[in-house]
């Protein structure tokens, strides 16, 4: 599955529809690239983070998942990543 980060639709970017997929001068992202984006986006809530890691971990194919992790362990601190502690 693709994913496309920018869909244009000013009349001097014009998109096209192409059987449900949205065709434009923007560069099409992969999975990964794509969870990499929104975990970029939502790192400013630790809830909304580990929400969105999760689901990204459950949509990502075995070897994805190994570069997202290592991905996210080197861009963003333990803090954001580990379980929140319920007392």
Do not use: G
Not at 37 to 66: P, W
Request: proline share 5%; net charge positive; charged share 25%.
């Amino acid at each position: 599955m693709q994913y496309i980060a920018h869909v244009l639709t000013f009349p001097q970017h014009p998109c096209v529809a192409l059987k449900y997929k949205f065709v434009s001068n923007q560069r099409i992202m992969n999975q990964l690239e794509f969870y990499q984006t929104v975990l970029q986006k939502v790192s400013f809530d630790k809830t909304l983070f580990r929400k969105e890691y999760v689901k990204a971990l459950s949509d990502l194919s075995a070897s994805d998942k190994l570069k997202l992790m290592w991905w996210c362990n080197r861009e963003f601190s333990p803090i954001v990543l580990s379980p929140e502690k319920e007392y």
